[in-house]
């Protein structure tokens, strides 16, 4: 069975930093594209950030660049999305997702196989 575990997230503050992990188990991990998604109320679940098998490849939304980093470790089967300078519009539930067959990095909620339940990120001014 696989599951997706999200943790980390929390309130700060407008311009602090925060970072989320996600833990993944019941797939193989190293062979799957992983991503990061949001859902602020009352919008439709946007996308974040992607990072490839072998973390050789990353993409980011332009609302996040430069601030936002995703990483991995294959070995700890864990994704990361480090969160700076964040704003208020960052305020979102933020799931992350796994990619177990394509070769380049989705950005669609379709692209993506498996999902996990979401961690609440909140910025407060």
């Known amino acids: 069975q696989v599951q997706l575990v999200e943790s980390g997230g929390g309130l700060v503050q407008a311009g602090g930093s925060l970072r989320v992990s996600c833990a993944a188990s019941g797939l193989t991990f190293s062979m799957c594209a992983m991503g990061w998604f949001r859902q602020a109320p009352g919008k439709e679940r946007e996308f974040v950030a992607a990072?490839?098998?072998?973390?050789?490849?990353?993409l980011y939304a332009d609302s996040v660049k430069g601030r936002f980093t995703i990483s991995r470790d294959n070995a700890k089967n864990t994704v990361y999305l480090q969160m700076n300078s964040l704003k208020l519009e960052d305020t979102a539930v933020y799931y992350c997702a796994a990619d177990r067959s394509r070769l380049w990095l989705g950005v669609r909620y379709a692209d993506y196989d498996y999902w996990g339940q979401g961690t609440q990120v909140t910025v407060s001014s």
């Open positions: 990072i490839g098998r072998s973390a050789t490849s990353t």
